[in-house]
């Protein structure tokens, strides 16, 4: 008994469209996750500096807009609430915490000598600026 064979080769294809789908929605998603990184709504202008570090330790950090208006936590905040603010800080953490005030570069001075004399009141002992590091 002969058998006949009846088979035909097709070239296979490779559909891209769904490719391109998943490749849109990842970009989408990656787009809206990373802008809830940052902090919404707290426009400060960091001064830049040269010798600016980097600290990788408990960091407690107090903004300071153009206008003066003080913010932690991105809540505003006066100077009598942010002292009491920073007592209870320094009662939670129990660790050497510092304290990175962002004061935005067109601020007044005295805001921020303020701001770092109520830290100190609360216990606060190490204290720095927030700047921008200034490349060449």
């Known amino acids: 008994m002969v058998f006949r064979k009846h088979y035909s080769l097709t070239k296979g294809e490779i559909n891209l469209t769904p490719l391109v789908d998943v490749v ?3 970009i989408i998603f990656f787009m ?3 802008s809830f990184i940052m902090q ?3 426009k ?3 001064p830049k500096a040269e ?3 980097i600290i990788k330790e408990k960091e407690i950090f107090i903004d300071i807009t153009e206008d003066g208006t003080i913010l932690f936590k991105g809540k505003k905040v006066n100077l009598h609430q942010l002292e009491n603010i920073l007592k209870e800080e320094i009662k939670n953490k129990k660790e ?3 304290l990175i005030i962002k004061g935005d570069k067109e601020t007044k001075h005295g805001i921020v000598v303020n701001v770092m004399d109520i830290a100190r009141k609360s216990g606060i002992e190490r204290i720095a600026i927030g700047t921008i590091p200034e490349f060449e």
């Open 24 to 26: 849109f929605q990842l």
């Open 32 to 34: 809206l996750s990373s």
């Open 40 to 42: 919404p709504g707290i």
């Open 44 to 46: 400060v202008k960091l």
């Open 51 to 53: 010798t600016t570090d």
């Open 96 to 98: 050497d915490i510092i």
